[in-house]
């Protein structure tokens, strides 16, 4: 009997999910499930912000892949995929090559920087474990060098985030907490500091409730964030940024710039082949590609449009989880032969975005706003909930967040 | 009634010792004690290494002034000297002046670098505070940078220190102990990191005991350190050194190199237009400058010539603070108006070097060798010791190292 082989690209949110419900619901007689990855770990994307500005370690983020996955269930093979072959349904890898039956891609997002001179050299960017910790280190450096230099240059101490959005937000929420714990670590004085946010849009976080959006500045600038709406930032360079706000050049130093403004699907969609809008596939209501009956799509590589609003749904990890539901559900009725399929669709449970360990924003189900202490607890019952989906108690136990009083 | 005035230069070992006694042996009605430091903290230089490699925390090697000296009985200055006018009895601050009836300069050692090309520009010194967490940010960023570029560049996880002397040694020790924590936050693969010390000498730890020398030499080779004994370092560039070794020039890729080769007495010393001798003021029998009766010096700036060995005693912190026994009870007498001064005569105790945390050779009292573990115990106990006579037992129990088992 020849067993249909299962490929999944990716061990984010999309992919980990996938491959654990296809763990599950499959026994080892019925299909080969191989999961490939970069790294032997899964990371919580919507953690890296921490990591980067030093208030949680990255290894509280980071899921050792073999904590989740059986590998007498799952062949896990690391390596780097380079390409997707989807007509003669291969995969090639750095060190080898793969044949599927069913395909479901995961790559997961790359920083878009559309273009603005000096991004691609001087930003950084969080999109991994090992972006965040670099530069989580990049600030300590700098403030480390602060007081070696005969002319202390005030640029090592300004931070500054291009975005806000969900990611920079939440990103400049954890340095106003951090930056009192480096300044007493430097021997500095915490006025020196600046963070500034720039947003292109006249408000951040665009869509969001105004009130809440309200909140989140008040709270955001009463811990020393500055804000630049209405901005575009224009050039980065090594040493300073150059922004246009109502039209003026205005010149920032800084030796910090973090790029949080934009994302796009994995390159390697595009370049396989496959058609894209906006640089994602858009999938079929049951997560299939287009022109391919046995590849499925998750995650920020699949584009969904949101009926309603005439949008795409937004590259959210809850997306994501829920796209990875329908995805093994189906590629599990076509390998075990049954064949229905089930449609995609999206349940928005709510939103919560953090400002940092002790804020919070959100807007939950049928609308309600909450915002202050218990929206940051209900940030983390969400993160937990992620945890306990994907690896049970024990993994709950070993990387949840219960430390809501501190 | 007009109470002399003492000023004190520097709070290292020299000048924190001197200005402890002093508070202790003079009433307040007595003298004017100021004691003039940078910083508003003391440390122990023989403890930055540690700092440096990122095995102790700096908060553990700095002491807070106020802590050990009664500020309601000696003058804490938080300034800068710039020079000293030993004809007008004047001090010259960045920001102010001073005069003074008795001084006491301790103003310590500086990286001495021979003008060997590069090595101001681009190479690290071991003489802060400021300057060891410099050197350990430096070592993290560049781990956390290894994965983040295209192609991994080894040179960011080369580490070169140059000198074998004390200082290099015990750097290279620590170094050799921090090195299997770094990779593992930087999932870096450890057998890529390379700790290479270079020392001129055919030896390191020249006019050590050579048991002791192959004894070190051993331990920090198992633990991963070459040596490169009989090597003149001849250019420093940001990201290779060039050495000369058997006449021919060896090139090592590196983006790390400290310089623990070379310390002179602090310019400002001989910028004031003192005699000097080797940079330092070779001092009379009581620890007074040659040539001004109210001027003593203490410390790395002070020069003293071994009859035995026809050298100068070296600059440890041992000899420093029994130059300090000497000068405060020299100034005291002086200020009180007893008018006897007694005669500085060193007692070397013994020394002992630190191979890393589980790891030491020492000589002795009457020249008995110690090595391995016992030799680290009494490493401490001379670090401990010293923390007692200087705050008592108060300070041992805050900043004293008690971990002999770890």
Redesign the interface.
Known sequence: MNKPSIVVLGAGYGGMVTTVKLQKSLGINEADITLVNKHDYHYQTTWLHENAAGTLHHDRTRIAINDVIKLNKVNFVKDTVISINPKENKVRLKNGELSYDYLVIGLGFEAATFGIPGLDEHAFTIGSI??A??I???I??NF??Y??ENEPNDARLTIVVGGGGFTGIEFVGELANRVPELCK???IDKHKVRIINVEGAPTVLPGFDPDLVEYAMNSLEARGVEFKTGALLKECKADRIIIEKDGKPEEIPTMTTVWAAGVRANSIVEASGFETNRGKIQVREDMRAPDYDNVFVVGDCALVMNEESGRPFPPTAQIAIQMAETVAHNVKSLAAGSGEVERFEPKILGTVASLGHDDAIGVVLNNRKVFGFMATVMKKVIDNRYLLKLGGPGLLVKKGKFNIFY
């Open positions: 090992n972006r910790r670099l989580r280190e990049h300590e450096y480390a060098m007081n070696n670590e430097y021997d």
